[in-house]
């Protein structure tokens, strides 16, 4: 009974302790990409991605590290195997350029609303404010009329 406990605890501990050694399929599944319907493998059935999920299957069975795996995939496939470009020459801009954009988004939306905060004090106000007395005469004579 003693051995069946620790069969079943040993079982239950093996992917966490196959995660830091070994790659987890599940964990590269997610990070190819299947070439008929451009989408990751754990989410594809098209029959290339199952044949992609077996060979990642077979080589974390020979003992592959992930990284070795995603070069091999990359080899026979190219890059576009993979679901993010790779961190690295030309494919930096990939990551690069969304961030270049929202960092010069949030600097050109603080200097409309700090513009626009200064402008507010420049204005004079609605109420109380002196009009210039030929549109005020204007604005009695069209008053008068719309009362009439």
């Known amino acids: 009974m003693r051995f069946l406990v620790v069969a079943v605890a040993a079982l239950l ?5 196959t995660a830091g050694g070994r790659p987890v399929q599940a964990d590269l599944e997610a990070e190819i990409v299947c070439l008929t319907c451009k ?3 754990d989410q594809s059935n098209a029959p290339i991605a199952i044949r992609m999920k077996a ?3 077979d ?3 020979a003992g592959d590290s992930a990284a070795a795996i995603k070069a091999q995939l990359v080899d026979q496939f190219g890059p576009g195997v993979l679901a993010e470009p790779p961190k690295t020459g030309f494919d930096l801009l990939a990551w690069a350029l969304p961030l270049g954009a929202l960092a010069v988004g949030v600097v050109v939306v603080g200097a409309l609303a700090w513009t626009w905060s200064r402008r507010g004090d420049d204005e004079p106000e609605a109420s109380g404010g002196v009009l210039d007395p030929d549109l005020e005469r204007r604005l009695d004579d069209e008053l008068d009329r719309f009362e009439d």
């Open 59 to 61: 080589r974390i069975a």
């Open 55 to 57: 060979y990642i299957r």
């Open 39 to 41: 989408t990751t493998l």
């Open 13 to 17: 501990l093996a992917p966490g302790a």
